[in-house]
């Protein structure tokens, strides 16, 4: 019988409209899914049709399965489009994954899984959002990702300011932004142009549906306060087991079972402490290992050992996470809490790196709270990204015509 696998999908509480996040999650022995833009030093798989991406991934079952990727394209909304695959791709939609090696001198055998996009026998044709599909030889989906290419149309203009409410001024950043197509033709801007609003590349909390609020010539402008307003956070918690042996940058104590396993610094609530300056990654991770050349296939896995020293929360969940899992909420990355040292515990199999990291609170309802541990800032150093989807009258698919990018780090009061 296949496998299959499935997600409860909980939804961000927050007065913006939000996405779903609509994938299925990662297979138990998947690990370290790696897919952005190739060759580039950024983290998200976001390109410019033309450019390339790269994925890797880990099978810790290191029999050397054969894997199979399937491109999909998605509107703005992230469901199917109408249109067929030859329409935005050039070869096949669908492919076996060819490039693999296994790991060499670790505990903890793997093979590791490589692919280059677009390659040989797949091109693609249009912008727009995507989804990759990786499945096994037994037609098992084991993990998907979302993934944007977009075709420079317009300008696009971003701006990062606190909130102008009184109530969230310290707690949340507010973003404006223009869209100026002065070399494209639009008719009715209004009905054909969707903005999507990103913070940190996490699909979670993006803000979409947006109408401009002022035309000035061939240029939208949107100059929102509590509709694109997001909670500021705070700098992301990280740790680093790049020596897999040894103690490093807050790993406190590391054991050898049968993996490694590395106990980190427990942990204190934010939420009530003042802000501080700890520059992060933005919820990212670097694969890294001193003791080969190839870390691809030289990084060993171990256990990460997580302590939160948190009160218990009544009818509410505590989960560690960040891209190192794709931003998912499973009980692989559930915390337990520990009634005799009073700690909030949980543990992750991850590959040797930089690692960034925050705790997150679902309450009953499936609503994420991602300030109620770490708390909100608005000094926090955030990365915004605006995406702009075109449709105009009688087309069959959504366009990215425009990505426009700020961070905090320049915020306005």
Not at 17 to 38: E, G, R, W
Not at 86 to 97: F, H, M, T, V
Request: net charge negative; hydrophobic share 35%; proline share 3%.
């Amino acid at each position: 019988m296949l496998k299959k696998y499935h997600f409860l999908i909980f939804l961000l509480f927050s007065f913006v409209s939000t996405y779903a996040q609509n994938l299925l999650p990662d297979a138990p022995h998947i690990k370290t899914v790696i897919f952005n833009a190739y060759g580039a030093n950024n983290y998200v798989p976001i390109i410019r049709l033309g450019e390339k991406l790269q994925l890797r991934f880990d099978d810790l079952n290191g029999n050397e399965t054969d894997y199979y990727y399937r491109i999909q394209h998605c509107d703005y909304n992230w469901e199917p489009s109408v249109i067929s695959a030859n329409e935005y791709i050039n070869g096949y939609a669908e492919d076996k994954i060819s490039n693999y090696e296994n790991s060499f001198n670790t505990l903890q055998n793997y093979t590791h899984y490589y692919e280059t996009f677009p390659n040989a026998d797949t091109k693609f044709k249009i912008s727009g959002n995507y989804i990759l599909t990786v499945k096994d030889e037994y037609d098992a989906v084991v993990f998907q990702r979302k993934f944007i290419i977009y075709k420079p149309k317009v300008n696009v203009g971003v701006a990062v300011y606190r909130s102008r409410n009184i109530a969230s001024i310290n707690t949340q950043q507010a973003i404006e932004f223009s869209i100026n197509y002065e070399n494209y033709r639009i008719n009715n801007p209004k009905n054909e142009i969707v903005p999507v609003v990103l913070q940190n590349n996490n699909w979670n909390t993006a803000i979409v549906g947006l109408k401009p609020q002022f035309y000035r010539g061939t240029q939208l402008l949107y100059k929102y306060n509590d509709e694109t307003s997001f909670w500021a956070g705070n700098e992301f918690l990280h740790f680093e087991t790049k020596s897999i042996r040894n103690t490093n940058l807050y790993v406190s104590n590391v054991a050898l079972l049968n993996l490694y396993n590395s106990y980190l610094y427990g942990n204190e609530p934010r939420f009530n402490q003042p802000y501080t300056l700890f520059p992060d990654i933005n919820g990212n991770f670097i694969i890294n290992a001193v003791e080969g050349d190839n870390a691809n296939v030289d990084a060993d896995y171990s256990w990460i050992h997580f302590y939160l020293n948190n009160e218990k929360l009544a009818d509410k969940k505590v989960y560690v996470y960040g891209n190192f899992n794709n931003w998912q909420l499973t009980n692989e990355n559930l915390m337990t809490y520990n009634d005799e040292s009073g700690f909030y515990e949980g543990k992750l199999l991850l590959k040797q790196g930089f690692y960034n990291y925050k705790y997150v609170v679902v309450n009953e309802f499936g609503q994420i709270d991602e300030g109620a541990i770490s708390g909100n800032h608005w000094e926090t150093e955030n990365n915004y990204k605006v995406l702009v989807y075109y449709r105009d009258l009688g087309a069959r698919y959504d366009k990215i015509i425009g990505l426009g990018e700020a961070s905090s780090v320049n915020i306005s009061n």
